[in-house]
Nanobody
Framework: QVQVVETGGASVQEGQSLRLYCTVSGLNKGDGALGWFRQAPGKEREGVAC????????YFADSVKGRWIISRDRYNDTLYLQMNDLKPDDTATYYCAADRRPYDGCSAYERGYTYWGKGTQVTVSS
C-alpha cells in the first residue's frame, strides 16, 4: 500500500521561511517523480514544484521561482520544499504527489501523479 504524508505546515509571517516534508512509502525507492501542489480557498489546485526520480529535472511555477528550493532524498524517499520569502498569496493547503512510472521527468499537472497525501496547511500573514 502506497502512502504519501506531508508535514511541516505552519502559520508564519510574511518574509519568513518554512520547510515542507513529504515521505513516500510503498513504492520502490527512487521510482517516479514527486511533486508539490497547493490549493487556496476558492481556487483550483495548482502545481508549484516537482522533481524527477533522479533529481535531474525540476519545475517551479513562476509564482515561486527564485524563492523556493526542491530537493529529494532518494534513499529515504523524502521530498523537501524549502519555501523562502513567503507571501500571503502562498497561503494554501500543500499536497505532495507521487508517480510510480520510472521515467526521468516530472509533471506540473495533477494527471501526472497517482498517489496523493492529505495535505498540510501553510498560512502566511502580512
Amino acid at each position: 500500500q502506497v502512502q504519501v504524508v506531508e508535514t511541516g505546515g505552519a502559520s508564519v509571517q510574511e518574509g519568513q521561511s518554512l520547510r515542507l516534508y513529504c515521505t513516500v512509502s510503498g513504492l520502490n525507492k527512487g521510482d517516479g517523480a514527486l511533486g508539490w501542489f497547493r490549493q487556496a480557498p476558492g481556487k483550483e489546485r495548482e502545481g508549484v514544484a516537482c522533481m524527477s526520480r533522479r533529481g535531474s529535472v525540476e519545475y517551479f511555477a513562476d509564482s515561486v521561482k527564485g524563492r523556493w528550493i526542491i530537493s529529494r532524498d532518494r534513499y529515504n524517499d523524502t521530498l523537501y520544499l524549502q519555501m523562502n520569502d513567503l507571501k500571503p498569496d502562498d497561503t494554501a493547503t500543500y499536497y505532495c504527489a507521487a508517480d510510480r512510472r520510472p521515467y526521468d521527468g516530472c509533471s506540473a499537472y495533477e494527471r501526472g501523479y497517482t498517489y496523493w497525501g492529505k495535505g498540510t496547511q501553510v498560512t502566511v500573514s502580512s
